[in-house]
């Protein structure tokens, strides 16, 4: 469907799908933005008062003096993450997962205290000065690299997502969670990693021809571990040493981590201090007891490492309510383990047209991506959804689609569309549809 009106507020911004949704361009860089802006008029509101030289009290007396680690204003303090752990009766009490508030943030980095934890026994206090990675198995020489030789190497800079494969889990469940964005997709964060390329270290100890895959092995208490394809090992992988600038944070794995870019946040070991280059997966307690599909034939899917390609509204969303009719910008993230992300389309009437949205730069592989729409709200009540597509082709699939084909008995790999009703009085909340 696509219609233009040339009155009113929507003067020269024209329409491309039912309920008001408006062409990307009013999203796009350079003049047409601003133009977009002027024809839908302004949203601003006057102040008289600070135009007459009225000033607030921070404006007559003088702030804080420095610190050593600048921490968020006592404002934005609600902007934390939620979390699950066990009983402290529990024989692991730190076993559980915190998540990233997704719909509270902006852009595509996520700061690293609000990144999500996944632990299996806690977050181990790791001195660095005793810390070691070895390297062995099926090599000419095993090497024993500390903090300090690691720093030595070249080091690279990407930024990635990483995304635990348990991640909307609740989207197999009968009934839609209640919450925020956070309660069904929280569990994936993006961030800028620094850190030397493992194949530096495996070229160093020499691969035998007969290994074809790795084991990685952390050192906190549950000795987590998993099986790696050496494929993988040699492509893209890193040791990460830094996050968004500084050190890595201990509970995303000081003194370092592996880092696999687009495959399961499990795989991404931390406190990582083994690897074992083998002939075959070692079919490691970590990965035969979890992280396994099961499909509705009673049968289980092993070894499904990269995430599919996915994408969420975060702006409006349950606890983003509206404020009345008008235009708002319609905002989220899209992503996929098979690269870019190539177009994200948007609905306002449960998939029945689609728009498409416009793509904030930049557009990275496996990383998050922020894509943005305007939409003019009349104020009835209506679906929201928006579809990725990634650069391989593959299309986000419907919750109907995914659930025909895997079941419901599943408990990782959830990338259904995410669907949000936006009622007559503002309320949004997270349904099926």
Not at 238 to 245: D, K, R, V
Not at 326 to 331: P, V
Not at 368 to 388: K, P
Request: aromatic fraction near 8%; proline fraction near 7%.
């Amino acid at each position: 469907m696509r219609q233009k009106k040339d009155d009113g507020p929507f003067d020269g911004a024209e329409r491309v799908a039912a309920n008001g949704l408006l062409h990307r361009r009013l999203f796009l860089s350079g003049g047409t933005l601003a133009a977009g802006a002027a024809a839908l008029g302004g949203l601003g509101t006057a102040t008289p008062a600070a135009a007459q030289g009225v000033f607030p009290d921070w404006r007559l007396k003088p702030g804080k003096s420095f610190t050593g680690y600048g921490v968020p204003s006592r404002f934005e303090e609600p902007v934390q993450r939620t979390f699950t752990a066990r009983a402290p009766s529990y024989p692991s009490p730190g076993a559980g997962s915190s998540r990233t508030p997704l719909h509270l943030l902006e852009g595509i980095i996520t700061p690293s205290g609000l990144h999500f934890e996944r632990s299996h026994s806690g977050v181990p206090d790791i001195d660095p000065e005793k810390h070691t990675l070895l390297v062995h198995g099926l090599v000419r020489q095993p090497l024993l690299f500390d903090v300090e030789s690691l720093a030595r190497y070249p080091t690279v800079s990407r930024i990635h997502f990483i995304e635990c494969s348990g991640n909307s889990g609740a989207g197999w469940g009968v009934n839609p969670p209640v919450g925020p964005v956070a309660t069904m997709h929280g569990l994936v964060s993006c961030s800028e990693w620094s850190g030397v390329p493992l194949s530096y270290l495996l070229d160093e100890a020499g691969i035998d021809p007969a290994a074809k895959w790795i084991l990685a092995e952390g050192s906190d208490a549950a000795g987590m571990s998993r099986s790696v394809p050496l494929s993988k090992c040699v492509d893209d992988a890193m040791i990460a040493l830094y996050q968004n600038g500084e050190r890595v944070r201990p509970e995303q794995g000081y003194p370092m981590r592996l880092l696999l870019p687009g495959w399961e946040g499990n795989m991404c070991v931390k406190w990582l201090s083994r690897i074992k280059l083998t002939k075959g997966p070692t079919h490691t307690k970590d990965e035969t007891s979890k992280y396994t599909e099961l499909m509705p034939d009673g049968k289980s899917l092993q070894f499904t490492f990269p995430m599919e390609v996915k994408s969420t509204i975060t702006r409006p969303s349950e606890g983003i309510n509206m404020r009345g009719p008008g235009f708002y910008e319609i905002s989220g993230f899209a992503w996929s383990g098979n690269g870019k992300i190539k177009r994200v389309d948007v609905s306002a009437d449960g998939g029945k047209s689609w728009a498409e949205a416009a793509l904030a730069e930049p557009v990275a592989s496996r990383a998050l991506t922020r894509f943005r729409l305007g939409w003019q709200w009349d104020g009835g009540e209506i679906i929201l959804q928006s579809r990725a597509v990634d650069e391989t082709g593959a299309v986000q699939p419907t919750r109907e689609a995914l659930i025909a084909a895997k079941g419901i008995k599943n408990a990782y790999h959830y990338n259904g569309i995410t669907s949000w009703e936006v009622r007559a009085s503002g309320l949004v909340k997270n349904v099926w549809a």
